[in-house]
């Protein structure tokens, strides 16, 4: 897949000033995963990278269901799946990272990470968060 992302494109955004930012956290962490894929003697090691994007994972779906709650939103209990079957993903190929060896296997793994993470952040953005964030207007 090749596109190139520097920021969260406009048609991503969803109108909601905190969950807009946070969103555009993640896909900085897409574009350090890009820079790494070009050139993995990139200043930020891939688990950090990893580590990071797991982080920031939890803490924006916590914001975004405590948000739901509070709101009234009707859809809490899929929206809360969907949340843990994207971190269940994030933390098998986490687990999957660490029994890489050689600089192919890194490179194999960051390239299909890239790929994981981008469908997945314009998939759950563009339909599941953007559900979301007309409810709340």
Known sequence: MSIKLEQLPEQYRLGHKYIDGQHEILFQLFKELSEYCKDSNYDLDLSIILLSLKTYVDTHFRYEEQLMES????????HKIEHSSLEKQVVERIEH????????ELMAFALDMKGFLLNWLLEHISVTDRKFCKSLV
């Open 71 to 78: 709101s009234g939103y009707g859809d809490v209990a899929a």
């Open 97 to 104: 990272f660490s029994t890489l060896n050689s600089n192919d």
